[in-house]
């Protein structure tokens, strides 16, 4: 009988009250591994955890600050003594390379690292004598239970972008994982549950679909809401939690453009483009996806043209696999479909990976290297996120152009710029409208004790994910003014 998985509530496993169900996928052979918990009954078990969660957060948002990091230190361990496991399951679920799916785990692991710093992170500030004998402070503390909804392309690494963060400054935390992928997720918790010393319910895991999402969004405990995916979904998760009253926020897609300055090192360039553009297959929101030359582009094309036609396509878990399949026969289907439309809109196809299979995987959601040339700027596959391996290649005659195409986007979540030249790099990081920047850097990704910026419709919300933003975003700020002279006056 297939496996159903569990939720995670009140520090137990227990099945959840929906009787719906639907299957999870390997993408590179489609078979199914098991299945997760769906419709309108997981709001029952939503509820259930938010109302356990709460119970913990009034014992955990006493317990000292260098107390609430000290299981974090665990967990940090438990993620390095496992990550082949959990590198595999990720893999398997999600389709990318298993030296991808490593990387992704090292990146929540830096998180856990920062996020062991919080009782200093999270200091106060103090003035004294703001008035005679009055002192005045602001403190941090706790907003109560908070919620995560994370997507499928980096199931092990993105619910460590908040987890950590909510819970050392004294949080209770609930992780809503993608339904397409929740395996890691759940090994992840189960490692956790018997390796962690943590109140009942500090930590709950809930499965489901848009109905949890929405019982998540409007209980009236549910004090925070952090979410990553699409920009259509994530204008709603921001204006659907402000409705009720919650801090949200919310990362939405992009479309990623790269500038190449003629005096760029073609051979570097085009190993880190590529890299950035097929990585994941392109199921990133960091993936560059419009490569833009400035003057003559014969040499950088012809460089990037070879590279994708060399990339070594197949399943993550064999040797040497360059790139696995994208998430889904539906998500295959829609990238072909905008390639398609490319093409008859005037795109020049380069390099086409349609239609093709991987030995031994035919049933897999592959997708070959795939690149555009001369779009017409005006066209649908422009300035829609394609999310797979697809590289549009522009040219334009000068760097301010460039600039000028890059921030008429609607989106910025990254932007970088490949060249020798230091004035060049200067201006472009000072006047190209994205929240992360690269400078011959291929995916700008901040490290952990960076927030993960992004402009426009990249992001919905103030504070972002990571670092100093994550204190920041999981608690609210009092001040406090005193007076202790045993004289009044009212002079000032």
């Not at 439309?341 to 196809?349: L, S």
Request: proline letters at 5%; charged letters at 20%.
């Amino acid at each position: 009988m297939m496996k159903t998985l569990e939720n995670y509530i009140n520090g137990q496993w227990e099945r959840s009250n929906s009787t719906q169900q639907i299957p999870i996928y390997n993408p590179a052979n489609q078979e199914i591994t098991a299945q997760v918990p769906y419709g309108p009954d997981t709001v029952k078990d939503v509820h259930k955890a938010i109302e356990h969660a709460h119970k913990a957060y009034l014992e955990w948002k006493d317990v000292p600050a260098m107390r609430r990091v000290q299981p974090l230190f665990k967990m940090k361990t438990l993620l390095e003594d496992h990550k082949e496991e959990i590198a595999k399951l990720i893999t398997s679920e999600c389709g990318k390379t298993y030296a991808e799916s490593l990387g992704e785990l090292q990146r929540a692991i830096e998180n856990i690292e920062v996020a062991c710093g919080t009782y200093v992170l999270n200091q106060s500030e103090f003035s004294e004598n703001i008035a005679p004998g009055i002192d005045e402070f602001m403190i941090r503390q706790p907003l109560g239970v908070c919620a995560c909804i994370t997507p499928f392309n980096f199931p092990g690494m993105i619910p460590f972008w908040f987890l950590p963060y909510a819970i050392a400054t004294g949080n209770a935390f609930i992780l809503k994982p993608s339904e397409k992928v929740p395996t890691a997720m759940q090994y992840i918790f189960e490692l956790i549950d018997k390796n962690l010393d943590l109140p009942k319910g500090l930590l709950s895991l809930v499965h489901g679909g848009k109905d949890s999402v929405d019982a998540l969004l409007q209980h009236p405990d549910v004090k925070a809401i952090s979410f990553v995916g699409s920009t259509q979904v994530a204008r709603y998760i921001y204006s659907e939690g402000a409705k009720y009253g919650k801090r949200v926020q919310a990362q939405g897609g992009a479309k990623n453009p790269i500038v190449i300055m003629p005096d760029a090192d073609i051979d570097m360039t085009t190993k880190i483009i590529t890299d950035s553009v097929y990585g994941c297959a392109g199921q990133r929101c960091l993936a560059a996806s419009i490569i833009i030359t400035v003057g003559d582009n014969k040499n950088i094309k012809d460089s990037l043209v070879e590279a994708a036609k060399s990339r070594k396509v197949g399943y993550g878990l064999e040797k040497d696999i360059e790139m696995g399949p994208v998430i889904s026969k539906e998500s295959k289907s829609r990238i072909e479909s905008l390639i398609q439309k490319g093409v008859a809109e005037g795109a020049n196809i380069l390099v086409d990976g349609t239609n093709k299979n991987v030995s031994g995987f035919e049933n897999g959601n592959f997708l070959y290297p795939t690149i555009l040339e001369n779009v017409p700027l005006n066209k649908e596959i422009i300035s829609t996120e394609i999310f797979g391996p697809v590289m549009t290649l522009l040219n334009f005659k000068s760097m301010e152009d460039s600039i000028q195409f890059i921030n008429s986007g609607r989106y910025g979540n990254m932007a970088c710029i490949f060249t020798q030249d230091g004035l060049s790099a200067r201006q472009f990081r000072s006047q190209a409208m994205a929240g992360n920047i690269g400078v011959n850097v291929g995916v700008a990704a901040p490290v952990a004790q960076f927030p993960f910026s992004g402009w426009k419709d990249s992001f919905f919300g103030d504070l972002h994910a990571q670092g100093r933003h994550g204190i920041e975003f999981y608690t609210q700020t009092k001040v406090v003014i005193e007076r202790w002279p045993k004289t009044w006056s009212r002079t000032f």
